[in-house]
């Protein structure tokens, strides 16, 4: 068998792992991106990274051949945010999200505004927050379990334009049941062995349940980020949906 053939593995048709740079700086991204490579995964820059390195780093990365997931969770005025989701598809952003919340207007402008770019980046709607329980919405005058609020902003996000939300892979089962098999679901709170460090995260599924209960992407941090094989966890995840 020719040699140069034989090591050659084609890479699964869609990359399961967004891994979330949750780093402070430019030179610490780098250096971990620099072990990683486009045909493994999907990246995702935060508030904190961005902040901190404005589009400079996001560039590098798109240019680097990686699908970037801008996850700035936009929510301001329609024309703001569709100003906000042009600038990012001019960027070669592949993912940007806002906050369902912001209303039917918001999103269908933000719609819009990306539906003329060749190549539109996928646009997420936030739903309820994972951090916020049924008090704090009560507090903030939204008296809805929180489900019926998840599902109902999925809804309206798919209504108005999105392609589709983030959300807890507990919730992937029913969304992905009431909204079809093409609309996208981006789920956090990843861990590899359910029964071991959970970090911050409160409940959370290993990449198997996840992709079974219907998300779409698995957002991934620190098992990938802190893991010493980052390129094997990523191997690992790829081979659940080759
Ligand atoms: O390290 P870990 O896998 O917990 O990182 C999860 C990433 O997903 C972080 O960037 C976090 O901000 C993000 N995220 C989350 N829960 C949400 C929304 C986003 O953990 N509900």
């Given at each position: ?18 891994v ?6 430019s ?44 996850d ?19 960027m ?20 819009e505004a990306?539906?003329?770019?060749a190549?539109?980046p996928l ?7 994972t ?14 379990p ?12 798919q ?10 892979a507990?919730?992937?089962?029913p ?8 609309f ?16 911050d995260?409160r ?8 992709l079974?209960?219907?998300?779409s ?7 990938v ?7 094997a ?10």
């Amino acid at each position: 068998m020719n040699p140069l053939i034989s090591d050659f593995t084609p890479p699964p048709a869609r990359l399961p792992v967004i891994v979330a740079l949750d780093f402070a700086n430019s030179q610490d991204t780098l250096s971990f991106v620099r072990r990683l490579d486009p045909t493994l995964c999907q990246l995702k820059i935060g508030k904190e990274l961005f902040t901190a390195t404005g589009r400079r780093l996001a560039e590098d990365l798109i240019n680097q051949g990686f699908k970037l997931f801008l996850d700035l969770k936009y929510h301001d005025i329609p024309h703001t945010v569709a100003q906000a989701c042009k600038v990012a598809a001019e960027m070669g952003v592949w993912m940007v999200d806002m906050h369902a919340s912001g209303g039917r207007r918001m999103m269908e402008a933000a719609a819009e505004a990306v539906a003329g770019y060749a190549q539109k980046p996928l646009l997420i709607g936030v739903t309820v927050l994972t951090s916020m329980e049924e008090a704090d919405l009560a507090e903030i005058g939204w008296q809805v379990p929180v489900e019926e609020l998840v599902l109902r902003w999925a809804k309206l996000a798919q209504d108005s334009g999105l392609d589709g939300v983030v959300c807890s892979a507990h919730e992937a089962a029913p969304l992905r049941a009431a909204l079809g098999e093409e609309f996208v679901l981006v789920t956090p709170g990843i861990r590899l062995d359910v029964a071991g460090n959970q970090d911050d995260q409160r409940r959370i599924m290993t990449p198997a349940q996840a992709l079974a209960a219907g998300s779409s992407y698995l957002v991934m941090g620190r098992p990938v980020t802190q893991a010493d094989d980052p390129v094997a966890v990523l191997r690992a995840v790829n081979q659940l949906v080759a």
